[in-house]
């Protein structure tokens, strides 16, 4: 399988995130992508290619409010001019009763193209995102190409980001760009999110959208973040209706219970006839994730890329979350190699 990577990610630094009332070095930090990379050598998945220049940035705009993107494009200039080179972050909302109109202040625009404080903004934050979303569309030409599969080892993730909004550590919804640009070249996409968060962005780009169906596996919102989406309830609006699926488990699901939900998912993923995968790679359902509380282990991975294989699908695996560091290159390569070898 080839991985698609650039080290144009390590310029997303040195962030900071308020977690537990604390304000902590990020959990999401460029040693995961290098961990990752360094592991699919080690196993030697594959080739390593760098992304082609696809143009991201506008290419962002199929799934992303062109306002939004060009927002991300200047902020930290902006922000930089103002309060010098450190983090841009929200901490102001327009939550419930509040206006919903996007002020001139910088402070207030990173709150309206926001949803929480977990998407900080550094100097090289965009053009990290922009060249995860190129490492994406190389991914996704790959597949177009004939490949059945690729891996594109994107950093930052992707999958809470919204049409118009950043927060747990996305910014461009890498995998939902994948998934339109397939479905715009006429094929039946399916998503499948195993990361253990709920993907709450790609879950509203193509919530009113029979065309993407969106399949997640992740922590209940009882428990755990987002918290404000992600309940079986949620399955689809209007000609959407019945195209997005949630399989929400409660804390400490290992994989007996985690299992059962992939089985259903996969289920409804081949009903679909879906002729194209684009699956969400989270491996933060790790026993030793440090923000995570399911208890997958390093085998159990295995067993999932060999779920995944058994739909027979072209897939395009598109990396998500995971802060267990250590572990991450062999949780997530893991997955890979069981699903070519299957
Ligand atoms: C892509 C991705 O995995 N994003 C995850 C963002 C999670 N942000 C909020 C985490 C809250 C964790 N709270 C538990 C802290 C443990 N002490
Ligand atoms: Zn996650």
């Excluded at 969400?280 to 779920?307: C, V």
């Excluded at 294989?309 to 560091?325: I, W």
Aim: aromatic share 10%; proline share 5%.
């Amino acid at each position: 399988m080839e991985t698609i990577f650039t080290t144009d990610h390590e310029g997303h630094a040195d962030t900071f995130e308020l977690i537990d009332g604390q304000m902590l070095p990020g959990f999401e930090m460029p040693r995961r992508a290098q961990i990752v990379i360094d592991r699919v050598r080690a196993v030697a998945l594959g080739p390593i290619s760098a992304p082609e220049p696809l143009g991201g940035a506008e290419a962002a705009k199929r799934v992303h409010a062109p306002a939004y993107v060009d927002f991300l494009a200047t902020i930290h200039d902006r922000w930089r001019a103002h309060y010098g080179d450190r983090q841009a972050l929200a901490f102001t909302f327009p939550c419930r009763n509040l206006h919903q109109k996007v002020p001139e202040s910088l402070a207030g625009q990173l709150g309206y193209y926001a949803f929480d404080a977990g998407a900080p903004i550094v100097a090289g934050t965009f053009k990290a995102a922009v060249a995860a979303v190129d490492t994406a569309l190389t991914g996704t030409q790959r597949i177009e190409g004939g490949a059945t599969s690729v891996f594109s080892l994107c950093r930052p993730p992707g999958h809470h980001a919204t049409a118009d909004q950043a927060g747990g550590y996305c910014y461009l919804n890498n995998a939902a760009i994948a998934a339109e640009t397939f479905a715009r070249a006429g094929r039946r996409v399916a998503i499948l999110d195993v990361d253990y968060h709920h993907g709450n962005g790609t879950q509203a780009i193509f919530y009113d959208r029979p065309d993407v169906l969106v399949v997640s596996l992740h922590g209940h919102p009882l428990d755990e973040y987002p918290y404000f989406a992600g309940y079986e309830d949620e399955r689809g609006a209007g000609a959407g209706e019945g195209f997005n699926l949630n399989l929400p488990m409660r804390w400490g699901a290992a994989w007996d219970r985690y299992a059962e939900a992939l089985e259903t998912g996969c289920r409804r993923i081949a009903a679909f006839g879906a002729d194209v995968l684009v699956v969400s790679l989270g491996l933060d359902t790790y026993k030793e994730d440090p923000i995570s509380h399911f208890r997958l282990e390093h085998q159990d991975y295995l067993r999932m890329g060999e779920r995944i294989a058994a739909l027979r699908l072209p897939t395009h695996f598109v990396m998500e979350g995971g802060y267990a560091v250590e572990a991450l290159g062999i949780n997530t390569v893991n997955v890979l190699t069981a699903f070519q070898g299957a």
